[in-house]
């Protein structure tokens, strides 16, 4: 028997009806697939388009420091997406085992926006900013857009890219590829991906690990402990309940961002 962590949809995007992919929410099925002594690896299924970064690195580093602990091979299987912080996640495994039609990649960082100012002008609307600090309100959407506080945000994620290549370097160095689009955030699939060298290997879960540990080798699903969806949404009490209507809001917010980063890679 081989436990089996599912890691699905974008990273860190929560709200109290999505809870989204964070470690607060896989820390448990991880802790529990790990302790188990008998199996001979563990197995992670991911299907993520990505998301935030700090909770992509957190995942990654709690993965890896499991299967030190506990001197656990880690197997990883992509199904539709690891691209950006989900190939993230797909590197604290010790192999990468993808289905050729799988999309793989989009190593960088992206930041998004609308601005508003033209809008609010239209319809009538003064904004009005008051802050302590005169960098407090940098990039707002409601105010022209200014050079240098463009120049600074791509700056930030110059060093957030950098980081992330420095962590997809020291797990993949001995296989990388020398192609010069592998880090501009470029996604390609399974099958090219392998050629690449940022995955191991074509295949599905069920037949590896069969091949590898035996015809009589199941996989076991280990999952996060569901309440009831009262407790789950935060509705339980008067002050939750008045709420829901402003959580509601935010959930379908969520889901449109959430919609936005899967149609990005066709899905």
């Given amino acids: 028997m081989v436990p089996v962590v599912r890691l699905q949809g974008p990273i860190g995007m929560a709200t109290p009806l999505r809870p989204g992919l964070s470690l607060a ?21 991911i299907n993520s388009p990505g998301g935030s970064p ?24 992509v199904e539709d997406v690891a691209a950006s912080g989900g190939y993230m996640l797909a590197v604290a495994g010790d192999e990468i085992i993808v289905d050729p039609s799988s999309i793989v990649g989009s190593i960088g960082v992206v930041a998004a926006g609308f601005g508003f100012k033209g809008l609010i002008e239209k319809i009538g609307v003064e904004r009005r900013v008051y802050t302590a600090g005169k960098n407090k309100a940098i990039l707002d959407p409601f105010q022209p857009e200014k050079p240098e506080e463009v120049e600074y945000l791509k700056a930030l994620q110059i060093e957030l890219h950098e980081t992330f290549i420095d962590l997809v370097k020291s797990r993949r160095k001995d296989v990388l590829s020398d192609d010069p689009d592998l880090f501009t ?18 295949g599905d879960l069920r ?56 149609m990005r890679y066709g899905l």
Avoid: H, Y
Wanted: charged share 25%.
């Fill in 54 to 77: 700090v909770q992509s690195r957190l995942i990654f580093q709690r993965i890896r420091d499991l299967a030190e602990e506990n001197e656990k091979e880690v197997l990883v299987f």
């Fill in 25 to 45: 929410s896989v820390a448990q099925p991880l802790a529990r697939a790990f302790s188990m002594k008998k199996a001979p690896a563990v197995a992670l299924i």
């Fill in 185 to 202: 955030g470029k996604f390609w699939t399974g099958r090219s991906a392998r050629d690449l060298g940022l995955v191991d290997k074509l």
């Fill in 207 to 262: 037949g590896t690990l069969k091949a590898r540990f035996g015809k009589d080798c199941e996989p076991k699903l280990i999952a996060a402990p569901r309440g009831l969806f009262a407790r789950r949404a935060g509705v339980g009490g008067t002050e939750q309940a008045l709420a829901f209507p402003s959580n509601l809001a935010n959930d379908l917010v969520s889901a449109a961002e959430e919609r936005a980063l899967w």
